[in-house]
C-alpha cells in the first residue's frame, strides 16, 4: 500500500474543531498527518501526490441506523451491496440494525455478520443485537455474551418495547455491560392503522394519520427509565417537536440520553407525499413542516446528536401497492450526505455541526474507531466537492432496492473519492 499525499485540500474534522486549508498523509492505512502544519513535512518518496484544489476532506461517515436484507432477505439487499452503495455514499462505518431472518439474537449471527462483511464489504459494518429473542419483546437476549462477540448497541430496531419492566431490565443490563440501547419509539395503539403524519393534509388525502404523541409518549417512558436505571439511552429516530424537547428535559435532569434523526426528516415534510408517492411512507413518518424546523434545530444546537440514513431497502412487492398497504422504508445510503448538505448551503446548519452528526457523534456514540482525522487514525475518509451539482438517478443507485425518497432530486455536494483503511474503495466518474 503506497503512501497518499491529498494536497491543497479544506480539511473538516469536528474531533479537532479544524476547519482549515492544508495537507493530509495516508501511509500505512492510518493517517500520518494533517492540517494547515503537515504542508511542511514533505512528500513522502514514492507516494502518490493529489491536488484537491480546494475540495474537502472530511472523516468517512458512520451511519448509525442501517437495516440490510442479508440474511434472509437477499432480494432486498445483501451485506455487499449495502456496502458497495454506502461508500458510493461516503459511509465508511455503519450499523446494521439486527431485523434479519434469522434475527440478530445470538453470537453465531453476530459473528456472521463480521466474517461476510470482511470478506464482502468495503466498508466497515458493526451489528447491533436485538434486545429480546427473535424480537418478539418477550425475553432479553444475552447482552454480556453478544457485547463480547462485538455487538456495538442493543435495539428492537423497527419495533417498540412495550413492556416497561423488560425495558429498565434490559437498560441495567446494557450499563453494566458498558452498551447503548437505541430505541425506536412508537405507540401501536395511538398509531394504529396510520400511514403519515395527522393533519390537515392527511385529511385532505383521505388517509389514516399517526400522531405526534404516538411517538413522544413512550419516549417519555424510556427517559424516565433511564434517568431511573442511570442507562446510556439513544432515541433512535425522533421527528417532532415534542420529542426534542423531552430530549432537551431530560438532559437537564443529568440523563445519559442522546438522540437520532432521519435524513428524510430533516429534508422533507409531510407534503412530499403528495401523489401517493409510497417512497415517502416512512416511519416515523415526514412530519409538517414545523416539526422538521424544530428537527434542524434541535441538530444545530446538539438536541440531535446524530443523522441517519434509516437505509431500509424494499421491493416492488412491498412498495407498489395502495399507500396504506405499502411498507414503510426507503433507501438512504447513497444520498446521506447530499440531502444532508442541503442544509450547509442554505445557511441552517454550520457545515462543521453537520460533519459531526454525520461522523465524529455516532462513532463515539456507538464506540467506533472512526469519526476522526486525527494523526494516527484509521484512514477512513472522503473527499468530497461541496459545490457540485448532481442528480439522483434511479439507474446509478448501487442498492439492490430502489426506494429512494429522492429519486430525481437535484443535490449538491458529491463524493468523489471514499478511503478505507487507506484502500481508495470508491472513486466517483463523471456526471
Not at 501511509?27 to 484537491?52: H, M
Not at 428535559?249 to 409510497?278: F, K, M, P, Q, W
Not at 452528526?357 to 463515539?364: D, W
Request: aromatic share 4%.
Amino acid at each position: 500500500m503506497t503512501a497518499t499525499v491529498f494536497s491543497n485540500a479544506r480539511i473538516i474534522d469536528p474531533s479537532r474543531g479544524m476547519d482549515e486549508r492544508g495537507t493530509l498523509i495516508v501511509d500505512g492505512g492510518t493517517i500520518l498527518t494533517s492540517g494547515a502544519s503537515a504542508a511542511n513535512q514533505g512528500v513522502l518518496e514514492g507516494a502518490t501526490v493529489i491536488d484537491c484544489a480546494g475540495k474537502a476532506i472530511l472523516p468517512g461517515l458512520v451511519d448509525g441506523r442501517v437495516f440490510i436484507g442479508e440474511p434472509g432477505a437477499e432480494h432486498r439487499e445483501t451485506i455487499a451491496s449495502a456496502g458497495h452503495a454506502a461508500a458510493a455514499g461516503g459511509v465508511t462505518s455503519l450499523v446494521m440494525m439486527p431485523d434479519t431472518s434469522p434475527v440478530i439474537d445470538d453470537v453465531a449471527l453476530v459473528e456472521f455478520v463480521f466474517r461476510n462483511a470482511r470478506d464482502n464489504s468495503p466498508v466497515h459494518i458493526h451489528p447491533a443485537a436485538a434486545i429480546t429473542r427473535g424480537l418478539a419483546g418477550t425475553e432479553m437476549t444475552e447482552f454480556g455474551l453478544l457485547r463480547n462477540a462485538g455487538a456495538v448497541a442493543f435495539t428492537e430496531g423497527r419495533r417498540s418495547l412495550a413492556n416497561a419492566a423488560l425495558l429498565r431490565r434490559a437498560m441495567t443490563y446494557a450499563r453494566d455491560f458498558d452498551a447503548t440501547i437505541a430505541h425506536e419509539t412508537h405507540d401501536p395503539h395511538l398509531g394504529a392503522g396510520g400511514v403519515m403524519n395527522e393533519g390537515l393534509f392527511a385529511s385532505w388525502l383521505g388517509l389514516p394519520g399517526i400522531p405526534r404523541e404516538a411517538e413522544a409518549i413512550p419516549l417519555e417512558r424510556d427517559l424516565a427509565l433511564a434517568r431511573l436505571t442511570g442507562a446510556r439511552y439513544h432515541a433512535a429516530k425522533i421527528s417532532t417537536a415534542l420529542s426534542a424537547g423531552a430530549i432537551r428535559r431530560a438532559r437537564d435532569d443529568g440523563a445519559d440520553v442522546s438522540a437520532g434523526v432521519a435524513i428524510a426528516n430533516l429534508a422533507l415534510n409531510e407534503n412530499d407525499v403528495g401523489a401517493y408517492r409510497t417512497f415517502f411512507r416512512l416511519a416515523p413518518p415526514l412530519r409538517a413542516e414545523e416539526d422538521r424546523q424544530a428537527m434542524v434545530e434541535a441538530l444545530r444546537d446538539g438536541t440531535v446528536d446524530i443523522i441517519v440514513s434509516s437505509h431500509d431497502p424494499q421491493d416492488v412487492d412491498t412498495k407498489r401497492l395502495p399507500f396504506s398497504e405499502a411498507s414503510p422504508g426507503a433507501i438512504g445510503l447513497e444520498t446521506l450526505l447530499g440531502a444532508a448538505l442541503r442544509l450547509h448551503h442554505n445557511g441552517e446548519v454550520p457545515l462543521i455541526r453537520l460533519v459531526d452528526a454525520l461522523s465524529t457523534s455516532p462513532a463515539r456514540l456507538f464506540g467506533l474507531d472512526a469519526g476522526t482525522l486525527r494523526p494516527g487514525a484509521p484512514a477512513d475518509l472522503i473527499l468530497v466537492d461541496l459545490d457540485e451539482p448532481w442528480v439522483v438517478r434511479e439507474n446509478d443507485i448501487r442498492s439492490l432496492s430502489k426506494n429512494t425518497c429522492f429519486e430525481g432530486a437535484r443535490l449538491q455536494g458529491r463524493v468523489l473519492q471514499t478511503m478505507v483503511g487507506g484502500r481508495t474503495v470508491f472513486e466517483a466518474g463523471p456526471v
